[in-house]
């Protein structure tokens, strides 16, 4: 299968590097901000394009699929262009920063296009872990948290540019909280600023905030976040349940009960798992083991924009799902 990479950067570069190593799969198409970036990657493909237009890319080739690899202020016209002419695409977290994703779910469905959305916490071994024991316990609340450093790529401390941390980074522990425990219905976000304004010029993003949300089930869940600290510290969520504590970590998750603990590690690489599950979406046209669709996704980018209005109004706000 021929496939199209849109963005240049480090994530778009680890894409390709799993790309590499799947069988049947060529890359053939790289489409960047700059021609010599994208033909900087392409060259490491034999039969691969450099473009900056992504119109001229998807005119010239006939790309079985596309991965877009781009900052949050940059989704929008990528995705309608390739809605328009059923190309399937699998796109990086998060969907975008306003309300536009919501319409382009829509779009996606009435299309019937395969999607996949790069949330891959959802494919990690642990997670299934956690999916099991949960089908035991009954969750009451949840604690989740991002603490960690500022990444240095420009757009990132832009709000206007990445949405912000608990939309652009967040978002993972927001996803996972839904794929394990379900819908969110209403959101209170308080955030702040308290050190990297001063510290990094053109920070306009929070550094710190805390949101609490109401889930369908009743459970309620707090998330927070901040990237103060000079190194990337702890992401995770804990769930509380009537048989003791489930802990999900990057790497591990711990089984806490009254007179015991259990700990299994990941094992697998969860960003093989997506690609691979995907690829064999867009071959077979059966995409029953995607587990983030662009319309599930579009619902995790319902609550961390929500929290997003909550924080910059001062008030709790209802998410109609
Ligand atoms: N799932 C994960 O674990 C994970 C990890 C890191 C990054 N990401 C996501 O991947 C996305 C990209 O992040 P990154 O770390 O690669 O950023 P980056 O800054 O390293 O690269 C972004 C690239 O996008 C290009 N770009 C910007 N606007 C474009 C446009 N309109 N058309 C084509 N290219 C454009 C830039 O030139 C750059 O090459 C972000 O949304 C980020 O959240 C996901």
């Not at 496939?3 to 049947?24: N, Q």
């Amino acid at each position: 299968m021929k496939i199209g990479i849109i963005g240049t950067g480090g994530f778009a570069k680890m894409h390709a590097r799993i790309l590499a190593d799947l069988e049947g799969i060529e890359v053939t198409a790289f489409c960047g901000t700059s021609i010599e970036k994208a033909e900087k990657e392409a060259k490491n493909w034999s039969n691969a394009i450099g473009y900056t237009k992504v119109e001229e890319m998807l005119d010239k080739q006939r790309l079985d699929a596309v991965y877009i690899c781009v900052p949050p202020m940059a989704h929008g016209d990528i995705e309608y262009a390739l809605i328009e002419r059923s190309i399937p695409f699998f796109v990086e977290k998060p969907l975008g920063i306003q309300k536009e994703p919501f319409e382009m779910a829509r779009k996606v469905g009435e299309k019937g296009l395969i999607t996949s959305v790069g949330y891959h916490w959802r494919y990690k071994d642990i997670t299934a872990k956690a999916a099991s024991l949960l089908r035991e316990h009954k969750v009451g609340m949840a604690l989740g948290y991002w603490m960690g450093d500022m990444p240095m790529v420009p757009w990132w401390r832009d709000v206007h540019q990445s949405g912000g941390q608990f939309l652009e980074q967040t978002t993972h522990i927001v996803d996972l909280l839904r794929f394990l425990c379900g819908d969110v219905q209403e959101v209170y976000a308080a955030y702040s600023s308290q050190i990297m304004q001063n510290k990094v010029e053109g920070t306009s993003v929070s550094d710190v905030g805390s949101v609490t949300m109401k889930l369908k089930s009743g459970a309620i869940a707090t998330i927070s976040n901040t990237c103060i600290l000079p190194a990337s510290n702890k992401a995770g969520l804990e769930l509380y349940t009537d048989q003791g504590i489930i802990e999900l970590h990057n790497d591990r998750i711990r089984e806490i009960k009254a007179n015991q603990t259990r700990e299994y590690k990941e094992q697998l690489n969860p960003y093989i798992t997506e690609n691979s599950i995907f690829l064999h979406a867009v071959k077979t046209g059966d995409s029953s083991n995607i587990l983030s669709s662009y319309q599930d996704a579009a619902q995790t980018h319902q609550v961390t924009f929500a929290a997003n209005q909550s924080a910059a109004s001062g008030k709790p706000v209802f998410i109609a799902n």
